[in-house]
């Protein structure tokens, strides 16, 4: 049998197995942000005026509306290459939202600040922390998330694994961005994309080894 023979044959019968792989999926998730939150919060815990900022600091509830445009696309891509039938084209479109929402607070926080505050803003107070915390933070959810492709039927491995490096990623990012003290888009646009892309290396990386069928 040909390796598209295969393929389709394992695609037509996705049905009995995508909703096992599905469910697989999002509790890997969950569990991964759960470990992830843990160990965050139980050893430097959250901003004190978390609330505060909730409904009085755009800057603030941007780093999640940033972190979780990483998060949720990745999720959607995640899910759809633990399926044999992938075709790298589809949804990749997806990608492109998180750059999109980072360049539109970016360019607010350069209009907003005078030019001698963008390299303060940049560096901020907590770079070398976050880029220590974040890639390590994403180690949980990522073994839970490649766990969970394990269990599907991936045939593009580089891809799924990059793509659960950046799921895993934008989960860390989330996490951490209750505790970050650096709100500026300019700091997230440096640091926080230092991070991100180290993890989806990362997972493309280990995508080949770990995700063979």
């Keep these: 049998m040909r390796t598209e023979d295969l393929i389709k044959a394992i695609a037509a019968d996705a049905k009995s197995i995508e909703p096992p792989v599905a469910r697989t999926l999002a509790a890997a998730v969950g569990v991964g942000t759960l470990i992830a939150a843990l ?12 609330m505060e900022l909730i ?15 990483v998060a949720i ?15 790298p084209g589809r949804h990749l479109w997806w990608l492109a939202l998180a750059p999109v929402v980072l360049a539109v607070g970016v360019t607010c926080e350069l209009i ?19 880029l220590i915390v974040i890639p390590l933070l994403s180690l949980a959810p990522l073994a839970a998330v490649l766990y969970a492709l394990h269990r599907g039927a991936p ?9 659960g490096g950046l799921l ?11 505790h970050c003290p650096d709100d500026s888009p300019l700091f997230l646009a440096a640091w926080y994309t230092i991070g991100i892309v180290v993890i989806t290396g990362l997972g493309a990386l280990l995508g080949p080894r770990v995700l063979r069928w």
């Design 73 to 87: 696309p990745a999720f959607v891509l995640v899910r759809d290459l633990a399926r044999p039938d992938f075709k």
């Design 39 to 50: 160990a965050l919060y139980g050893t430097f815990g959250i901003r004190d005026n978390f």
């Design 55 to 69: 409904v009085s600091s755009p800057r603030f509830i941007f780093k999640f509306i940033l972190t979780l445009s």
């Design 112 to 130: 907003s600040l005078p030019a001698d505050a963008w390299e303060a803003n940049m560096v901020g107070h907590n770079a070398v922390f976050c």
């Design 168 to 178: 895993s990623a934008g989960i860390a990012a989330t996490v951490y961005a209750a």
């Design 155 to 163: 045939t593009h491995p580089v891809i799924a694994g990059a793509m």
